[in-house]
């Protein structure tokens, strides 16, 4: 099973430019999550999807859109790329519980560079 | 806003030693869970203790959790130069959303 895949790994883009992050998963799972990482940060919440169907703002969903295009696949959209979003974006995925007890399976992550 | 907050922020030690670090946060929570994160590469899950567990054990992971001291410990025990990495943990308190700290890097020297 290859678990979570994100496209893609690296991508350098200029302010203003537009480019969307894919990620499926084959583990079956409900729950899809989009995170950004960077130094001294931490992972910060963008957006989630709880169950196909249903997408929710996580702690910093501005300049960002996502579409639950399936239950496989949960894309991260820039519509009008900034540098302060350049940063390392993670999937992730995870069974859906009443609350949040499910383990997040993660991808490997898109290094995304806004010069 | 980050829920954990991990102490140290770095860890430096001699293989075969034990490593511990520890994990503070703010609100109530329902569990936490532990992560590992290698170089370049996305987190990978170690351990969850729920709010009503106090110790749990997974190889040579011993993980502890006090509610009271909003607190919660992870040990790892006989370190290799594999446990090298970043370790992260996430409270989580409900709608299926984990809210992660900013992690501690360990170095395990030969």
């Known amino acids: 099973n290859a678990g979570v895949t994100q496209t893609p790994k690296f991508q350098v883009l200029k302010t203003g430019q537009s480019m969307t992050l894919q990620c499926a998963q084959d583990m079956n799972h409900n ?14 919440l963008i957006y989630y999807s709880a169950s196909e169907g249903t997408t929710d703002k996580g702690e910093v969903p501005n300049g960002y859109n996502v579409s639950r295009l399936n239950k496989r696949e949960f894309s991260l959209r820039l519509e009008s790329a900034a540098p302060s979003q350049t940063s390392v974006y993670f999937c992730a995925s995870s069974r859906q519980g009443s609350n949040s007890n499910q383990p997040q399976h993660f991808g490997d992550g898109t290094r995304l560079s806004i010069l | ?72 410990s992870l040990l790892i ?9 970043s370790y992260f943990c996430a409270t989580g308190g409900g709608a299926q959303k984990l809210v992660f700290g900013q992690g501690t890097r360990l170095t395990i020297n030969p």
């Open chain 1, 31 to 44: 729950s899809m999550y989009w995170y950004r990482q960077d130094p001294g940060m931490g992972l910060r």
């Open chain 2, 1 to 72: 806003s980050q829920q954990g907050e991990e102490d140290p922020q770095a860890l430096s030690i001699q293989e075969g030693e034990n490593a511990t670090m520890n994990c503070s946060y703010k609100t109530s929570i329902n569990n936490l869970q532990w992560y590992r994160q290698n170089s370049g590469r996305g987190l990978v899950h170690l351990i969850l203790i729920r709010s009503n567990e106090r110790e749990k054990h997974s190889g040579r992971l011993r993980v502890t959790l006090d509610t009271s001291k909003k607190s919660s």
């Open chain 2, 77 to 85: 025990t006989a370190s290799r130069a594999a446990d090298t990495a």
